[in-house]
């Protein structure tokens, strides 16, 4: 009775586990036998589509919200903005600057990485089934291919990785800018 009831309790922990995360990207799929997970030989015509450079418009409520996204920087405290991709609005968004070198290193310029948590605002929301999107500046890569091609490499060898795109976020202090964005 006992290993029942301890195989139910985490059978439970599994089930709600995998209810709370995040799916996969859809270029992995698992074998109908769901034994064996599979990378590449699907393309993703969503968000990761790879044949587009997707564009991000983002509109802060606050006029003043670059100087508070350089404040909240060291505590990872989002600011709400509206965010359009594809002509589809996500009212609320959390906007925050990231990363540790390509956020010091790169000083005043306005060359940032960004994490976008859609859900941060209002719970439930996503896009493309992704809650959170994060948008690399390409740090020390004047070419913007270094990762892009490393992440394309790695899935010829059948290995776990995320999944690159190019995307281009538009605020009216940024102005046009080539980011990487990846899973």
């Known amino acids: 009775m006992l290993k029942k009831t301890l195989q139910i309790i985490v059978f439970a922990i599994c089930i709600h586990q995998a209810s709370m995360s995040q799916g996969l990207p859809k270029e992995m799929y698992l074998s109908p036998d769901l034994r064996t997970l599979y ?15 997707k564009q991000v418009y983002l509109n802060f409520p606050q006029a003043n919200y670059w100087t508070l996204l350089i404040q909240n920087y060291a505590n990872k405290i989002e600011l709400a903005a509206g965010m359009t991709v594809d002509g589809v609005l996500y009212d609320s968004v959390g906007v925050r600057f990231k990363g540790q070198t390509s956020y010091s290193q790169t ?5 940032k ?6 859900d941060n605002f209002k719970p439930g929301q996503d896009i493309d089934g992704y809650n959170i999107l994060n948008l690399n500046n390409c740090f020390d890569d004047p070419s913007f291919t270094r990762e892009y091609f490393y992440l394309n490499q790695i899935k010829s060898i059948y290995l776990l990785q995320s999944v690159p795109m190019y995307t281009c976020i538009l605020t009216d202090k940024t102005g046009a800018c080539i980011l990487m964005c990846s899973n």
Not at 113 to 118: A, E, G, L, P
């Open 107 to 111: 000083q005043n310029s306005q060359k």
């Open 113 to 118: 990485s960004f994490n976008i948590t859609t």
């Open 39 to 53: 990378t590449g030989g699907k393309p993703d015509n969503g968000l990761y589509d790879q044949t587009q450079i």
